[in-house]
């Protein structure tokens, strides 16, 4: 049995209309989002997340994200072909009043699918932005906080996120510790194709890996790869798995 999953920071800045006809054209069963928009002044969608949904005509979870004093929030998504069985929502992150961008509201997304009669469980994060995706203390409380989110999911599991994290960093180490890294290689990049600047550091080209998607050894890499668009500031990551 073979079923694909899209994992892709949609960028809450970029036009909702035209990324939900791409995610569409990549005919993927399952998709994981991250930067979805709601109520975003800038959007002529009001609610990206049903948007998409009903673009696409599939089941979803989501989990809302505050941001600040603003109306508008973000959300982390998975939408799914398949009927989801059951699902959570857990936060991995809480603001404490630092005002930096690791102190912000950080979830980790679930839903458990019937694929077929198979129970497949899919993740998804977006983690919280460091400077230079330098690691930090808090960083890595994140991190072991999603560890123990996921830790007890031992077989046909898949992980997708944003994980603002290179792939030699103490972050992608920790979790492939419990998990196979899906691919592709880690010098195919997925950020940046947008400029990008914040308390010193400035990167406007292609040079970093911090989109990622993980599995247990009993679903099969069929093919995975990195898709080409110009929409968002991140790339695409495609995966065809197949159930053992």
């Not at 994981?32 to 975003?40: G, H, K, P, R």
């Not at 982390?76 to 961008?101: C, D, E, L, M, Q």
């Not at 599991?157 to 792939?167: E, V």
């Not at 972050?171 to 010193?200: C, Q, R």
Request: charged share 25%; proline share 4%.
């Amino acid at each position: 049995m073979k079923f694909s999953v899209l994992q892709w920071n949609i960028w809450y800045k970029e036009d909702l209309l035209k990324v939900a006809e791409f995610i569409k054209s990549t005919k993927a069963d399952v998709i994981c989002l991250q930067e979805l928009s709601i109520d975003n002044p800038d959007q002529t969608v009001k609610d990206g997340v049903r948007h998409i949904a009903e673009k696409l005509g599939y089941y979803i979870q989501k989990c809302e994200i505050s941001i600040d004093a603003s109306e508008m929030k973000l959300a982390n998504a998975i939408f799914s072909k398949y009927p989801i069985k059951n699902s959570r929502n857990v936060w991995i992150n809480k603001p404490t009043g630092s005002g930096h961008y690791d102190d912000e509201y950080r979830a980790y997304v679930e839903a458990e699918l019937d694929i077929d009669g198979n129970t497949v469980t899919v993740g998804t994060v977006h983690m919280s932005y460091t400077n230079a995706f330098k690691p930090t203390g808090r960083k890595l409380e994140e991190t072991k906080s999603l560890i123990s989110a996921i830790q007890n999911n031992k077989s046909s599991f898949i992980l997708t996120g944003d994980f603002n994290a290179k792939p030699d960093s103490e972050v992608i180490e920790s979790i492939s510790e419990l998990l196979e890294n899906a691919g592709p290689n880690s010098k195919e990049n997925t950020w940046t194709t947008k400029p990008f600047s914040y308390d010193g550091f400035e990167a406007n080209t292609l040079d970093w890996r911090l989109d990622y998607i993980f599995s247990t050894p009993d679903l099969v890499v069929k093919q995975i790869e990195v898709l080409k668009t110009e929409l968002s500031d991140h790339l695409p990551i495609l995966a065809e798995f197949e159930l053992q």
